[in-house]
């Protein structure tokens, strides 16, 4: 089955250091890939995403690249700000049709320090 | 754009209570609409898929007389927990997907409804 894994976490950081989260999945067929981010008490927001190998998505300084060879589509930000602290889930979805479904990775929470 | 609105974002009841949850795409017409259940620092898991004007297909070990799901029309689905529980505490988050378009469009999430059961 299809399946998202993400690196442990909790991450720590001060504020303008360089953030990865690694994330690693296996699908029966050809997914396309998210990264979503959930602030304290709300529900998921959409960051980025990438429907093909070697798309690159980017959003507010967040980038992921689609990497096909190594199953990978780790996240990464130059400098990270206080904002950016919250939880942010890998997912991929496989299919054509509008029901296709997400699978989540298990989450990876970020604290930034000012 | 693509804007879902949960509601309530908090409900307080005691045990043996029904609970509805609304689930709204304020801004485009979603035939497909998905709850998901989410423990503390745990991700989310699926507990049914929402078709508009069909029954809902529920995910393995989740209780349909105790999860009413309908989705009444393409900018509304509701997830009812009936005779509700302690056990049944937890953060309850809807999501949408935009009818038609490309292939794999993302999910628009909700913000949320924490359920908790005394």
């Known amino acids: 089955g299809d399946s998202v894994t993400q690196m442990e976490g909790p991450v720590t950081l001060s504020e303008e250091a360089f953030l990865t989260i690694n994330c690693t999945y296996t699908?029966?067929?050809?997914?396309?890939l998210f990264w979503y981010v959930q602030y304290p008490g709300e529900g998921l927001q959409l960051l980025l995403k990438?429907?093909?190998?070697?798309d690159k998505g980017s959003n507010k300084g967040f980038e992921a690249t689609y990497r096909k060879e190594t199953t990978s589509f780790h996240l990464e930000k130059g400098s990270v700000q206080v904002s950016d602290s919250a939880v942010y889930f890998c997912a991929l979805s496989v299919g054509e049709t509008s029901g296709s479904r997400l699978t989540f990775g298990e989450g990876t929470q970020l604290t930034v320090n000012p | 754009g693509a804007v879902v609105s949960q509601h309530p974002s908090r409900v307080i009841c005691k045990s043996g209570t029904s609970v509805k949850i609304e689930c709204r795409s304020l801004d485009f017409q979603a035939t497909t609409m998905f709850w998901y259940r989410q423990f503390p620092k745990q991700s989310l898991m699926l507990m049914a898929t929402s078709n508009e004007g069909s029954k809902a297909t529920y995910e393995q070990g989740v209780e349909k007389d105790k999860f009413l799901i309908n989705h009444a029309s393409l900018t509304l689905s509701t997830l009812t927990v009936t005779s509700a529980h302690p056990e049944d505490s937890s953060f309850y988050i809807c999501s949408a997907r935009a009818a038609g378009g490309a292939q794999n469009q993302p999910q628009h999430f909700g913000d949320g409804t924490r359920l908790s059961i005394l």
């Open positions: 990438a429907t093909k190998a070697d």
């Open positions: 699908a029966t067929g050809y997914p396309s």
